[in-house]
């Protein structure tokens, strides 16, 4: 049995010792030359970079490692600003390699093989990204938008980094009294107004501290709308919306089950870390029409599909919908999985279930 397949904490930290220990050894000097921080980082990019691999792996989609790799060295950019870019691409490189030599002796030959697949995918593109330049699709630009709601986004964000929390609180109820709709409030500014704080704290301009602060806020100036996405009448339908496993996104899924409520449904929104039994249990006891699943980061991904497994014997006739970050590397998979549906936002999700569950 490999290692890898243990999730004891001592053998996963013996074996990211041993690769630390590799990428020392393949770079003389590279211990001495980097900040005590830059090490501890570097010892904890092993463990996701593992966890990312396991996930390319159990899938058999090396998409999912070779995003992590584009992700992480394009983070690195601004990180390591210490370094020039030939050395930052350099210990990059090494980093795979020596997680590869490791691994070697780790995983039965299948996996390694795969492993070893996506690890090189990996490298290549990350010669490309340093040849070619960086090529970040940021994930505003990647979202269709309605122009119109930019200098809007733009303003709230610039009152939640000046941290007036007065101010905020008030702000999505003050558009919706202005007339805004609901839907383009949490879709068109909410949503785009996250994604921009993800870049903003991805591109080092605002710290951890702030985005937690941004989320934290946010998070409940949308709760001032309640009375308003409360006053539907009900249309007979229910809904449970949930995060998988450890995940905690949550307020993709918190939207969702909103907007859901907004449309008449009864929507049960269980945040994350909901364990699978207790999930079955609500699903047998109320019955929803639809349950919907939320992933954003991709090593929950294998969880989903064995939670759709569950649900499909334990409950038949129940829609699944997924969704979430995680999909957009493989946004064909749940077909596989035997979903009913994957959208890459609320208001794909809501017209499906409009059209689809009478
Ligand atoms: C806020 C935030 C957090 C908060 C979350 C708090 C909370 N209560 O939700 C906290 C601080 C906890 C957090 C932690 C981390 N985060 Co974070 N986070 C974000 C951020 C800035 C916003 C997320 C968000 O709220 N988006 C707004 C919602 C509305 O959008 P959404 O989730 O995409 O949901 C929509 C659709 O995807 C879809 N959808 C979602 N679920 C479902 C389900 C179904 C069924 C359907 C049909 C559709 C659907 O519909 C939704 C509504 O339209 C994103 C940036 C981003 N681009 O998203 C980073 C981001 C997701 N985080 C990231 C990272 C790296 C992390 C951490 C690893 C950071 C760290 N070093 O600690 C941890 C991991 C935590 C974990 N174990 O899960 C990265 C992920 C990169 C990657 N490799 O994939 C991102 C992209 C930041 C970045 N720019 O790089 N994070």
């Not at 109320?286 to 599909?305: E, Y």
């Amino acid at each position: 049995m490999s290692l890898f397949y243990i999730d004891e904490a001592d053998e996963l930290n013996e074996l990211v010792q041993r690769m630390s220990k590799r990428q020392y050894e393949q770079s003389p000097g590279l211990y001495d030359e980097l900040p005590e921080r830059a090490r501890k980082f570097m010892k904890r990019d092993f463990f996701y970079a593992i966890s990312y691999l396991k996930s390319a792996i159990d899938l058999k989609q090396s998409q999912i490692f070779v995003s992590y790799v584009r992700w992480t060295y394009e983070y690195l950019t601004y990180l390591m600003v210490y370094v020039t870019r030939e050395q930052m691409t350099k210990q990059c490189i090494d980093f795979y390699v020596a997680m590869s030599v490791c691994l070697e002796d780790e995983l039965p030959s299948e996996d390694y093989e795969f492993a070893e697949t996506c690890i090189q995918q990996g490298i290549q593109e990350i010669e490309r990204l340093f040849k070619e330049g960086l090529q970040r699709i940021k994930a505003t630009e990647n979202q269709e938008s309605k122009e119109k709601y930019n200098q809007i986004v733009a303003e709230y964000i610039a009152i939640i980094l000046r941290k007036d929390s007065k101010e905020a609180m008030q702000y999505f109820l003050k558009l919706h009294q202005d007339g805004m709709n609901i839907d383009d409030i949490y879709l068109e500014v909410v949503q785009k107004v996250m994604y921009k704080i993800g870049e903003l704290w991805f591109e080092k301009k605002i710290s951890v501290a702030q985005e937690h602060y941004c989320t934290a806020l946010t998070q409940t100036a949308i709760s001032q709308l309640y009375s308003i996405i409360f006053s539907t009448p009900p249309n007979g339908h229910t809904m449970i919306g949930c995060c998988i496993g450890g995940e905690l996104h949550e307020l993709g899924m918190r939207m969702i089950t909103d907007l859901f409520t907004y449309v008449g449904w009864n929507s049960l929104f269980l945040g994350a870390g909901i364990p699978e039994d207790a999930l079955i249990n609500i699903v047998k006891e109320q019955k929803p029409d639809l349950i919907a699943l939320s992933v954003t980061m991709p090593q929950h991904l294998v969880l989903c599909k064995n939670m759709i497994k569950e649900l499909r014997s334990k409950t038949p006739g129940l829609k699944i919908a997924v969704g979430g970050k995680a999909f957009e590397d493989v946004p064909a998979i749940w077909r596989e999985w035997n979903a009913d549906i994957y959208t890459t936002d609320a208001r794909g999700l809501i017209q499906w279930a409009q059209t689809n569950i009478s």
